[in-house]
């Protein structure tokens, strides 16, 4: 059974930084590529960044460009997202995806940021 565990949120002041992380686990497959998307209260979820496995190529949301950046540790099966200069509109749940060279998406439960003013 696949599983994303993402973990590193948590609450911070404007102008902070933290570092999120996903594992992935019980695959069968070498991913297509991961990416981050987020997820404020009353608003769709929306695309933050995304890497793909097998080049380490990154894209990223021009919202987010020049304060977050996405790696991989291909070792670990995991994906960081590492995020400066946060601003209140940063608040919001994260949450990990995985795609399979099959197309197939799948999601982590997410880790809730909070930037407080």
């Known amino acids: 059974q696949v599983q994303l565990v993402e973990s590193g949120g948590g609450l911070v002041q404007a102008g902070g930084s933290l570092r999120l992380s996903c594992a992935l686990s019980g695959h069968s497959f070498t991913p297509r590529a991961m990416s981050w998307f987020r997820q404020a209260p009353g608003k769709g979820r929306e695309f933050v960044a995304r890497i793909l496995w097998s080049t380490g190529a990154t894209y990223s949301a021009d919202f987010v460009k020049g304060r977050f950046t996405i790696s991989r540790d291909s070792a670990k099966n995991t994906v960081y997202l590492q995020m400066n200069s946060l601003k209140p509109e940063d608040t919001a749940a994260y949450f990990c995806?995985?795609?399979?060279?099959?197309?197939?998406?799948?999601w982590g439960q997410g880790t809730q940021v909070t930037v407080s003013s």
């Open positions: 995806k995985v795609q399979a060279t099959n197309f197939q998406d799948y």
